[in-house]
T-cell receptor, first 113, second 113 residues
Framework: GDSVTQMEGPVTLSEEAFLTINCTYT??????LFWYVQYPGEGLQLLLK?????DKGSNKGFEATYRKETTSFHLEKGSVQVSDSAVYFC????????????FGSGTRLSIRP | GAGVSQSPSNKVTEKGKDVELRCDPI?????LYWYRQSLGQGLEFLIY????????KSGLPSDRFSAERTGGSVSTLTIQRTQQEDSAVYLC???????????FGPGTRLTVL
């Protein structure tokens, strides 16, 4: 079945460091891809999305590009801040319309001042 | 406007008791989803309602779990004869018809003693 694999955490970086969190997926058809974020004590929020191959999702300085040839959707940010400390989930929906989300296991990110 | 709300925020129960968890979706959202977030299993899809269509129950882990959605709005997730492995955060999400972006509620933390 469809699945998402993301790098295990925790990941600890210093402020202003470059961030990459790897994510790969397995899916039949043409899934839509997402990164969700869960800040401490808060609910899940959509960070960014991409719905077709070569699309780039971006938000709050984070970017991820839908790579069908490598079945990947890696999350990157050029200069992280302490406020980026959170748990990040890579996810997909199997179809281009509303359906269940399949989540990766999550990566906890901690940023040191 | 108001987001997705869930109640109670916390529920502690004894093994073998039944529990009901409530979700109020965003007004106008016709799609409603339940997920479970637990330490051992990550984030798992449970059930999906879309308008008047038959729900997608493919994620329910056992027949002790059921959900209903009355009047196309509020949903109740019921767990009968709770077990300790049911302890988790139960998340509800909603979306507008056909949209892939889901908006999550704060969750209900269930602890089964």
């Amino acid at each position: 079945g469809d699945s998402v694999t993301q790098m295990e955490g925790p990941v600890t970086l210093s402020e202003e460091a470059f961030l990459t969190i790897n994510c790969t997926y397995t899916a039949t058809g043409y899934p839509s891809l997402f990164w969700y974020v869960q800040y401490p004590g808060e609910g899940l929020q959509l960070l960014l999305k991409a719905t077709k191959a070569d699309d780039k999702g971006s938000n709050k300085g984070f970017e991820a590009t839908y790579r069908k040839e490598t079945t990947s959707f890696h999350l990157e940010k050029g200069s992280v801040q302490v406020s980026d400390s959170a748990v990040y989930f890579c996810a997909l929906t199997p179809y281009s319309s509303a359906s269940k989300i399949i989540f990766g296991s999550g990566t906890r990110l901690s940023i040191r001042p | 406007g108001a987001g997705v709300s869930q109640s109670p925020s916390n529920k502690v129960t004894e093994k073998g008791k039944d529990v009901e968890l409530r979700c109020d979706p965003i007004s106008g959202h016709t799609a409603l989803y339940w997920y479970r977030q637990s330490l051992g299993q990550g984030l798992e899809f449970l059930i999906y309602f879309q308008g008047n269509s038959a729900p997608d129950k493919s994620g329910l882990p056992s027949d002790r779990f059921s959900a209903e959605r009355t009047g196309g709005s509020v949903s109740t997730l019921t767990i009968q004869r709770t077990q300790q492995e049911d302890s988790a955060v139960y998340l509800c999400a909603s979306s507008i018809s056909g949209a892939i972006e889901q908006f999550f509620g704060p969750g209900t933390r269930l602890t089964v003693l």
